[in-house]
């Protein structure tokens, strides 16, 4: 599986925006970008996964790299209920396999 | 609410007892993964089926199988349970393996 690299951890305040980084050298040209996160005692939780061009939802946005070598989630307002931790994944298109590889994520800390 | 089912929420057994967890997949998705996470573990991967079919296995014991059946519904067996067995099971879904996937609630094992 190719590998990502994020922080540890971040904190943010209240209704601030919250940018989490992530490092994927090594992805390769159809490797999909995706986010979920866990929050504490549940499953994790999909966020959202792009491949080129920058992607929006309801739940946050996902700016790409024009290398595609690094990604940045953005949560446009941190609110309490998203203090988690946040995990970067790469999937295949096309791969049979599709098992998602969860490294130790970053864990972010909202302060109220 | 992911539309992944699991049961039971909680389960609390002997060593050396066998159990069975459950898992409904979301209407529709014909790919249901299993995860095991510890306390002092990350989210580990333990097998991936495909309508049916065994696709891919990660860190599963001999003393674990699992099964997909023709419903699309999925069991994980775990047997001779060990205390080191404690930990939450996650099941998740999706329809095709490259595609967003989504999780259940877990069950929560713990062995005595």
């Known amino acids: 599986d190719a590998k990502t690299t994020q922080p540890n951890s971040m904190e943010s305040n209240e209704e601030e925006p919250v940018h989490l980084p992530c490092n994927h050298s090594?992805?390769?040209?159809?490797?999909?970008i995706h986010w979920y996160r866990q929050l504490p005692s549940q499953g994790p939780e999909y966020v959202i996964h792009g491949l080129t061009s920058n992607v929006n939802n309801r739940m946050a946005s996902l700016a790409i790299a024009e290398d595609r070598k690094s990604s940045t989630l953005i949560l446009h307002r941190a609110t309490l209920r998203d203090a988690a931790v946040y995990y970067c994944?790469?999937?295949?298109?096309?791969?049979?396999?599709?098992?998602?590889?969860f490294g130790r994520g970053t864990q972010l800390t909202v302060w109220p | 609410d992911s539309g992944v089912t699991q049961t039971p929420k909680h389960l609390i057994t002997a060593t050396g007892q066998r159990v069975t967890l459950r898992c409904s997949p979301r209407?529709?998705?014909?790919?249901v993964y299993w995860y095991q996470q510890s306390l002092d573990q990350g989210l580990q991967f333990l097998i991936q089926?495909?309508?049916?079919?065994?696709?891919a296995k990660g860190n599963i014991l001999e003393r674990f199988s699992a099964q997909q059946f023709p419903d699309l519904h999925s069991e994980l067996n775990l047997s001779s349970l060990e205390l080191g067995d404690s930990a939450l099971y996650f099941c998740?879904?999706?329809?095709?393996?490259?595609?967003?996937?989504?999780f259940g609630q877990g069950t929560r094992l713990t062995v005595v």
């Open positions: 998740a879904s999706s329809v095709e393996p490259y595609t967003e996937a989504f």
């Open positions: 090594t992805i390769s040209g159809t490797d999909y």
């Open positions: 209407s529709g998705d014909l790919s």
């Open positions: 994944i790469l999937r295949g298109r096309g791969s049979t396999l599709g098992r998602l590889y």
């Open positions: 089926y495909y309508n049916g079919e065994e696709r």
